[in-house]
């Protein structure tokens, strides 16, 4: 069974991703190292746009595809 994509809540429609998440290190959260080619997202109608590279989905706050916040 495969993880569920890493999820982010954004309220722009026009999102990058590079891949790098945070880590954890001793004086708090550092950026990654390792990660993929900076890439350009735009969020449609659906409310959602998905990375080609690393799966990430990024969701539009207070969209359609913004479940936590669904009245």
Known sequence: MSNAP???LTTSTRVCCDGAGDIRSTGGFK???LGHPRVWLEIDEKGYAECGYCDRRFVLKGGPADLENAA
């Open 6 to 8: 890493e999820t982010t």
């Open 31 to 33: 950026a990654a190292a």
